[in-house]
């Protein structure tokens, strides 16, 4: 049965539009905030999303160096991090990240993203 369900977790990841896989990633309300983006991370790793911690690890620092570089005043820095960390988590998807949540992350970073450009 669970071999089914992540089949079809794995289907819909592949057929549906990434903001629509992406809203299946569950306890997290997509806050546009560099630190929700950083809950949303060790939340994924904490439940094996995350196949490996190095790689939980080098994502959650490269949300510190944007945070920090956002409380230095530096949001196109932050944003440059952050689309780092959008190529990363894409490169890794279905590899070391479950797509699905891959998908959420990308959503969750383009979300902050969009937040800081304003």
Do not use: W
């Not at 299946?24 to 999303?49: F, K, N, S, W, Y």
């Not at 690890?57 to 409380?71: F, I, N, P, R, V």
């Amino acid at each position: 049965m669970i071999r089914y369900a992540l089949m079809f977790v794995l289907l819909l990841s592949c057929v549906l539009p990434s903001s629509v896989a992406a809203q299946t990633a569950p306890d997290c309300p997509l806050t546009p905030t560099i630190g929700a983006l950083r809950e949303c991370v060790q939340h994924a790793a904490d439940m094996g999303h995350i196949t490996n911690q190095g790689v939980a690890g080098s994502l959650l620092a490269e949300l510190k160096s944007a945070q920090t570089a956002l409380d230095r005043g530096q949001p196109r820095v932050a944003i440059a991090l952050l689309r780092v960390f959008v190529r990363e988590v894409k490169a890794l998807s279905g590899r070391l990240i479950e797509p699905v949540h891959a998908a959420h992350m990308v959503e969750h970073a383009q979300l902050v993203i969009q937040a800081l450009q304003r």
